[in-house]
Nanobody, 116 residues
Framework: QVQLVESGGGLVQPGGSLRLSCAAS????????MSWYRQAPGKEREWITT????????NYADSVKGRFTITRHNAKNTVYLQMNSLKPEDTAVYYC?????????WGQGTQVTVSS
């Protein structure tokens, strides 16, 4: 069955870095646009970045531009989110999403906490 499994979250100090991974299975990963979203406590889930199927184009929310980088490895069915210069306001549950036409698949999320 379709699965997206995020990993790599944790507790990090302000200014630190984390790399999240999202491992996909059960569908043809290379045919899907991949995105990362996050949801902070008491807030709506927000989009933060997307990468096209062939790693050719990326887009970022202003809140993470210049600090976060999305990449994908189609042979490993995995998308990554490198997060640098983390701030307390980056604290959230991070989700990956796979999209192809009307199909959308979500992972279960991984917690990122930025605190001293």
């Amino acid at each position: 069955q379709v699965q997206l499994v995020e990993s790599g979250g944790g507790l990090v100090q302000p200014g630190g870095s984390l790399r999240l991974s999202c491992a996909a299975s059960g569908f043809t990963f290379s045919e899907y646009v991949m995105s990362w979203y996050r949801q902070a406590p008491g807030k709506e889930r927000e989009w933060i970045t997307t990468i096209t199927k062939t790693n050719g184009s990326t887009n970022y929310a202003d809140s993470v531009k210049g600090r976060f980088t999305i990449t994908r490895h189609n042979a490993k069915n995995t998308v990554y989110l490198q997060m640098n210069s983390l701030k307390p306001e980056d604290t959230a549950v991070y989700y990956c999403k796979a999209t192809k036409t009307r199909f959308n698949y979500w992972g279960q999320g991984t917690q990122v906490t930025v605190s001293s």
